[in-house]
């Protein structure tokens, strides 16, 4: 981290009465929810393209019932 970033989160953290690591890990977990949100958007516009491959809004509660039920047998199994 440059030198000055680091001497910019250490006042915050002074200033908020919280630690660094604190501020880090709230840091890494607003970039990663931004991540998903970018991923899930793309995949929603891929899904535009395709027309949803078809599906329709009962094939998707059809196929979360499913899989749902897959992941239950699996771990009965185990």
Not at 19 to 48: H, K, N, P
């Amino acid at each position: 981290m440059p030198p000055e970033m680091a001497d910019q989160v250490a006042t915050l953290a002074r200033a908020e009465s919280r630690t660094i690591s604190e501020l880090l890990r709230e840091a890494f977990r607003a970039y990663r929810a931004g991540r998903v949100r970018v991923l899930l958007d793309a995949s929603q516009q891929a899904g535009r393209r395709t027309r949803h491959m078809g599906h329709t809004p009962d094939d998707v509660q059809r196929l979360i019932r499913e899989t749902r039920r897959e992941g239950q047998r699996k771990r009965r199994e185990k």
